[in-house]
């Protein structure tokens, strides 16, 4: 199941008046959706072949200010256009807003024609090429975890983020009660996102009060990181037509558990079929496999910044709270970076478990097949898995674990300068640059909490 519209049953539904609008969409540095909203008269006449952004779009910090220091946009070039061409490919309707559809965008340079190499969605598909120069297809799902709150986002903003209360007062991890209570929310959440040709296999409560999840059915890596965005939208917009308020921050607060969006990965070879299976090989794990594996495990570091791009997002790595903290890779063991899934079966694949549920999936799935490839490329030997509780393991190396160390490893990736390009490290070098500056340049609660009367 893919996008569930044709241009042609547009051009229907728009003379029978049963859609008015088109969501002309791209994805922002930040994972978002941005763009216009079209009457369908005027995209089924001329914008369904191209329309125009300003290039900001894609050299700003998550408040949509626009920080100095990016090559391909400043106040110096005069903040110009980019093309906005849809691929109508991904045409759909939205079912949860009434007369609407979307479709989403590859993002063209004005002047050169090409496509701009640092959006994200272009930088997902070059990996996805890569892959494919190998003969492989690379196959991903990821799972996006979120809070439910009993406030909505603008009576909760008013209020200052203060006194959030979760829509659940107790862990609802699979419990059927409590989630029984919040399908004023999930069930249109699941219903929904099918009808807007998303495959959602199921919802569950997660380990936290209030925490959702949300697995939707294995797919090739572009249109994996197209559900997530379209599912992340939809759960977004249909809480607050509820009146609650859904969050993907990664650490809400730091008494709570944190929200994940774990990546599951595979290969599928030019037969289709997995090519990290070998019915012959110990867990069923292929030569290929071992290899990708390898090369996740060897470049967690230089990719550490696509799977966690904020300051808030590193206060997921506490040991207990199922988020990883150390490099290794184990057989069905959720306290590794890396959890193997599926072994001794033809559904073998891994599942790295770092990414928080505020990641840019285009470019976290990016990351992974850019480790995972150069492990292949590289011909790379696997270690044995690690057992036990890694947590508490010296010997085993932590990735980074401020956003200041995995800049630091971003900046100085041979691996992703190679595999990526100079401009696409740059560019997303100073993205982290600038989400750490900002932090830095603030006095928190916190400080002023601890410090007003006895400093």
Wanted: charged letters at 25%; glycine letters at 8%; proline letters at 4%.
């Amino acid at each position: 199941m893919t996008a569930n519209l044709t241009f042609d049953a547009l051009n229907d539904a728009a003379a029978s008046g049963e859609i008015d609008t088109v969501l002309v969409c791209l994805i922002d540095m930040q994972g978002r959706l941005m763009g216009k909203r079209f009457h369908v008269s005027n995209f089924v006449e001329s914008a369904h072949h191209e329309t125009h952004c300003c290039n900001y779009l894609l050299a700003t910090d998550i408040e949509m200010a626009t920080p100095d220091g990016y090559a391909s946009t400043s106040w110096e070039k005069g903040y110009g256009d980019y093309v906005m061409r849809p691929d109508l490919s991904t045409l759909r309707r939205v079912p949860w807003l009434d007369g609407t559809a979307m479709v989403f965008c590859d993002l063209i340079d004005h002047h050169t024609h090409q496509p701009v190499p640092i959006a994200p969605r272009e930088i997902l598909k070059a990996q996805v090429a890569r892959a494919a120069r190998l003969g492989f297809s690379p196959m991903m799902a990821t799972e996006l975890e979120f809070f439910l709150f009993e406030a909505s986002f603008d009576t909760i903003r008013r209020a200052g983020f203060r006194d959030l209360a979760p829509i659940s007062g107790y862990n609802e991890d699979y419990h059927i009660l409590q989630t029984t209570k919040e399908e004023h929310v999930m069930r249109p959440v699941r219903n929904l996102l099918v009808a807007a040709g998303v495959p959602v296999e199921n919802t569950k409560g997660e380990a936290e009060t209030g925490q959702e999840e949300l697995n939707i059915r294995y797919a090739e890596a572009v249109l994996a990181a197209d559900h997530h965005v379209i599912a992340k939208q939809a759960v977004k917009e249909i809480a607050d037509q509820k009146g609650h308020a859904a969050s993907f921050i990664a650490k809400w607060h730091h008494d709570k558990v944190g929200s994940a969006a774990h990546i599951h990965q595979s290969l599928a070879g030019e037969d289709g079929n997995n090519a990290f299976h070998d019915g012959e090989a110990e867990l069923a794990m292929s030569a290929t496999m071992r290899a990708y594996v390898a090369g996740l495990l060897k470049y967690s570091p230089d990719i550490t910044f696509f799977m966690a791009p904020y300051v808030n997002s590193y206060k997921r790595f506490l040991p207990g709270t199922f988020a990883p903290t150390k490099i290794a890779w184990s057989v069905d063991n959720r306290t590794a970076a890396y959890r193997l899934v599926g072994d001794g079966t033809k559904g073998v694949r891994i599942e790295c478990r770092m990414p928080g549920s505020d990641i840019n999936p285009y470019l976290a799935c990016a990351g992974q097949l850019a480790a995972g490839l150069s492990g292949i490329e590289e011909g790379l030997e696997l270690a044995q898995p690690v057992s036990g509780d890694i947590y508490g393991m010296d010997e085993v190396a932590d990735f980074p674990h401020t956003l200041r160390a995995a800049t630091a490893t971003l900046r100085g990736s041979d691996m992703l300068r190679k595999t990526m390009g100079d401009e696409v490290v740059d560019h997303y070098t100073r993205a982290a640059e600038v989400e750490q500056e900002a932090f830095d340049a603030v006095v928190t609660d916190y400080e002023v909490a601890r410090g007003f009367e006895r400093a």
